[in-house]
C-alpha cells in the first residue's frame, strides 16, 4: 500500500463494470467516493490491524511458578554440615523440574479500539485498493443453480493476474460461497464481516452485487448512527 496520500478534490464516485458469469460485462455498479475515494491513513489502519490481529491472541499461555508445581514439599537435605548451598525445596526454579520465574501467565491482549476509527481504517483500505482498480464486482460467481469451482477460479482469473483474492458474499449465497470455500488463493467473508486486515491481505477485493448493497447499506447504517 502506498504512503499516506492527500487528496485536493472531495471523494468521488467511481463506476465499475459489473462482470457476469460468463466474464462479459452485464451492466455498470457505482463505488461511492464516501467509501471508495477517501485519504488512505497508514497509522490509523496501522493502529487498527494491530489491535485486530492483538484481539485474536488467546493468551492462554502459562507456566508454573514453584507453588504450583508438584512435590518438592520435603527439604532435600539438611541446612547444615553438607558443604552445599542451603535448600528448602526441589521445585525451586535453580531444580530441574521447578517452577519459572517471571513466566508468562493468562492475558487478555486485546485493544479498545473505537467503531469510528475501525470503519474510517476500511474505508482507507478499500480507497487504496480502488484508485488501482483491484475492487471488482461480480453480478453472480456461477450461472445455473449448481455449484462449480472450476467455472468460479476462471472467472476470477479473468479479472486479475494476482493471485491473492478477497470475495465478499451476501449472506445465504450458499451457491457462490460452496464454489469458491476450498479455491487456492481465495479468501471468502460476508459482507458484514470486511475488515481491514483481509483487505490489506488481498491483491483485489471482489464483491458480488448483492454483497456490495448489504456492505453500503451497514455502512450507511454506522453514519447516521455515528451522527
Not at 493471485?163 to 467473508?189: C, F, I, M, P, T
Request: net charge positive.
Amino acid at each position: 500500500m502506498t504512503t499516506t496520500e492527500t487528496l485536493d478534490t472531495a471523494p468521488a464516485d467511481r463506476t465499475v463494470d459489473v462482470i457476469g458469469p460468463d466474464g462479459s460485462a452485464a451492466g455498470s455498479a457505482t463505488l461511492p467516493g464516501s467509501v471508495f475515494d477517501v485519504q488512505t491513513n497508514v497509522p490509523l489502519i496501522h493502529q487498527v490491524v494491530v489491535a485486530q490481529l492483538a484481539a485474536a491472541r488467546q493468551g492462554t499461555h502459562a507456566t508454573k511458578t514453584r507453588g504450583e508445581v508438584r512435590g518438592g514439599g520435603k527439604k532435600p537435605y539438611k541446612q547444615k554440615g553438607t558443604g552445599r548451598a542451603r535448600q528448602g525445596s526441589t521445585r525451586a526454579p535453580q531444580f530441574a523440574g521447578g517452577g519459572t520465574v517471571h513466566g508468562p501467565q493468562p492475558r487478555d491482549y486485546s485493544q479498545r479500539t473505537p467503531k469510528k476509527m475501525k470503519a474510517a481504517a476500511l474505508r482507507g483500505a478499500l480507497s487504496d485498493r480502488a484508485r488501482h482498480a483491484r475492487v471488482h464486482v461480480l453480478s453472480a460467481v456461477v450461472a445455473g443453480e449448481a455449484p462449480s469451482t472450476k467455472s468460479a477460479i476462471g472467472l476470477l482469473s479473468g479479472l486479475s493476474e494476482r493471485k491473492q483474492r478477497l470475495v465478499v458474499l451476501q449472506r445465504g449465497d450458499e451457491l457462490s460461497w460452496k464454489s469458491l470455500q476450498n479455491a487456492a488463493g481465495v479468501h471468502l467473508l460476508f459482507a458484514d464481516q470486511l475488515n481491514t486486515y483481509d483487505v490489506l491481505c488481498s491483491d483485489d477485493v471482489v464483491f458480488t452485487s448483492g454483497a456490495l448493497e448489504a456492505f453500503l447499506a451497514g455502512a450507511t447504517r454506522s453514519e447516521e448512527a455515528a451522527r
